[in-house]
């Protein structure tokens, strides 16, 4: 198992960013498939983007892909989520997630992922 913790998360106004984090333990960071991900209510958990932590390859979300970068820094076993030019359809609850091991193979498929965080909340106003 592996315990992952987002923070970062708040109320923005429209125009404006976020970086979450979602800080993972040390020695179960390196070479693993990491993602982020959104709910918000009424709607299905919508997969934003993913990366291999040791080597950073990444992929995204095609909704988001124009405004949120993943990224992380394997000195701080952390890895981010850049969320620029929010509007009020971002408002949901997010979470970062942790896959497989050893994985260089970035995906947004919710079945490769089995440890979830609590999940931090943004809310962007017009």
């Known amino acids: 198992q592996v315990h992952v913790e987002e923070s970062g998360g708040g109320s923005v106004q429209a125009g404006g960013s976020l970086r979450l984090s979602c800080l993972v333990p040390a020695h179960l960071y390196s070479n693993r498939l990491m993602g982020w991900f959104r709910q918000a209510p009424g709607k299905e958990r919508e997969g934003l983007a993913a990366?291999?932590?040791?080597?950073?390859?990444?992929v995204h979300g095609d909704s988001v892909k124009d405004r949120f970068t993943i990224s992380r820094d394997n000195t701080k076993s952390t890895v981010y989520l850049q969320m620029n030019s929010l509007n009020p359809e971002d408002t949901a609850m997010y979470f970062c997630a942790a896959g497989p091991r050893y994985n260089c193979d970035p995906t947004l498929d919710e079945q490769m992922y089995g440890n979830w965080g609590q999940g931090t909340q943004v809310t962007v106003s017009s």
């Open positions: 990366i291999c932590t040791t080597r950073g390859r990444s």
